[in-house]
């Protein structure tokens, strides 16, 4: 499925990136502007109504509509390969990370963990809560919890949530390590710690994974510049932070272990080399231009 119309700017501001190294940089553009200390009210706003009952009816309907749409459109052909890894969290909550490269690929990690009977929760960037239309009600209510660029947020704020999920709830929270999307864009990006860094504070593993995406050469019924795609997604190992370390260390460890796991799964399973020169139609599945 893709949300959005002309992604010609969208590939090129991928294939500048890439050039000038800037790997973690937005490729979309056109994201609301908000006020930074206006952002942390709405933030904070947000969590404190996921208490209310008016949240839990808004949750309800926003599980129903992508769990619905997830099991019979977007990952009705969905493999699932490496399931078993995940009996490792069956008494245990666990940080998921994963390639970001659409709106809405997260719903394969969902449904992957759907059958470890894990609920997963997602780190959504804060202007996320802005967004208007469908798009913008299943960021506010699919189980996200907003991430905004404050000190007393990022130590406090979050932690808490996080430890109920995670220490108490024993469920999961998936994290993009890569920071930002890249429309249909099939190789591992550099990781940011935030993810690492968590899972030392909180005593929990992340479970690594990477979704293969294949293109089916069937062109798109409603966008003309791409193919339809399908999906694999790979559970790929399951990484414990190591308590003898500090814990910039243990992080350090857990990230540098991550970022191999996905290189040497996307070696594998395309077949060409990480430090490869970019190719549009090879790195961008299904673009058709």
């Not at 997260?106 to 960037?125: C, D, E, L, P, W």
């Amino acid at each position: 499925m893709i949300i959005g119309g002309d992604m010609r700017p969208v590939v090129a501001n991928m294939e500048r990136n890439f050039k000038n190294g800037n790997l973690n940089a937005k490729s979309f553009e056109g994201d609301p502007v908000v006020e930074k200390k206006k952002m942390l009210h709405i933030v904070r706003e947000h969590l404190a109504y996921r208490n209310t009952a008016g949240y839990a009816f808004k949750n309800f309907w926003a599980r129903a509509l992508v769990r619905t749409a997830s099991r019979y459109v977007i990952n009705r052909t969905t493999q699932y390969v490496g399931l078993e890894k995940l009996d490792g969290i069956k008494d245990t909550g666990a940080f998921i990370t994963s390639n970001h490269f659409n709106q809405l690929e997260n719903t394969g990690i969902f449904a992957a963990m759907r059958k470890a009977h894990k609920n997963t929760y997602v780190i959504s960037q804060d202007t996320n809560l802005e967004m208007k239309g469908w798009i913008g009600f299943i960021l506010k209510y699919y189980d996200t919890i907003p991430i905004t660029k404050d000190h007393e947020y990022l130590s406090v704020d979050l932690p808490r949530v996080m430890d109920k999920i995670l220490n108490k709830d024993k469920d999961c929270i998936l994290i993009y390590p890569e920071a930002e999307l890249w429309f249909n864009y099939r190789r591992p990006r550099p990781f940011k710690h935030g993810a690492y860094d968590f899972a030392v504070q909180h005593h929990v593993p992340v479970v690594s994974c990477f979704t293969e995406i294949i293109d089916t050469g069937v062109p798109e019924k409603h966008h003309d510049q791409f193919n339809q795609v399908k999906y694999v997604v790979h559970i790929l190992d399951v990484i414990y932070p190591d308590e003898s370390l500090p814990p910039h260390d243990a992080s350090e460890k857990m990230r540098e272990t991550d970022y191999a796991l996905k290189v040497k799964a996307f070696e594998n399973i395309y077949h060409r080399s990480i430090d490869e020169p970019f190719d549009a139609h090879k790195d961008i599945a299904g673009w058709r231009l």
